[in-house]
């Protein structure tokens, strides 16, 4: 089984809501990844959590707030976001180190 | 700077037809990876190349990685309508902290006509 789950499929939101995108895997995986993906271009690495713990955030503002609460869940909750954070949010596994990343299906936020 | 170059941007052929995308890195490759994408979806995993001049398969779609390890093609051979979308490739690259994280090229879109 090398899925990754992501829900909700689509989310629109308002700049003043608070929302939540979920990820779950269940291949034994203890690296967890969230990109963003802007239309037309390659997806773009914000969070990397090893062993449940944060290990790399890319500079990503404030109002993206990563949580893992265990080793099959990641969570992306998102507050106060802009416009211009409307994208394609993908949630990824692997085993930790360089091992091949296994990729959701994506989140497709709209901010109004 | 882009540190993964694909060429070409966009592709468009006959089915039944060859076709060839390129990887070049500006860096040594020592993790090449090859997606697909469907529009709006998430990437599929196709290959991963690591030893200089390593060449996979998987039906038919071919991936080498050349000896210097600074470029990478991937060949699909009898092309088919389901072999369209973005194919992308990534490559392991230092991050924060001494952890390494995926940068991806472009992307490669390609579309085949029945």
């Known amino acids: 089984d090398t899925e990754v789950t992501q829900t909700p499929k689509h989310l629109v939101m308002g700049m003043t809501n608070k929302k939540s995108l979920k990820c779950e895997q269940h291949m034994g995986h203890r690296a967890m990844y969230w990109y963003k993906q802007k239309a037309k271009k390659p997806p773009e690495l914000m969070f990397v959590y090893s062993y449940e713990k944060l290990s790399i955030n890319e500079s990503v503002p404030s109002r993206f707030s990563p949580e893992c609460p265990n080793s099959s869940l990641l969570n992306l909750h998102l507050h106060a976001l802009q416009p211009e954070d409307s994208a394609l949010y993908l949630c990824?596994?692997?085993?930790?180190?360089?091992?091949?990343?296994?990729f959701g299906p994506g989140t497709r936020l709209l901010v109004l | 700077s882009q540190e993964l170059e694909q060429s070409p941007q966009s592709l468009i052929v006959q089915e039944g037809k060859n076709l060839t995308i390129n990887c070049t890195s500006s860096?040594?490759?020592?993790?090449l990876y090859w997606y697909k994408q469907k529009y709006g979806e998430g990437l599929i995993f196709l290959m991963m190349?690591?030893?200089?001049?390593e060449e996979k398969s998987h039906e038919k779609i071919t991936a080498k990685l050349d000896e210097k390890k600074q470029q990478s093609s991937l060949h699909i051979t009898a092309s088919q309508p389901s072999h369209a979308g973005i194919y992308l490739c990534g490559a392991d690259r230092e991050a924060q902290g001494g952890s390494e994280k995926l940068v991806f090229g472009k992307g490669t879109k390609l579309t085949v006509n029945p």
């Open positions: 860096k040594t490759l020592y993790g």
């Open positions: 990824a596994s692997s085993q930790v180190g360089t091992e091949t990343q296994y």
């Open positions: 190349l690591q030893k200089g001049g």
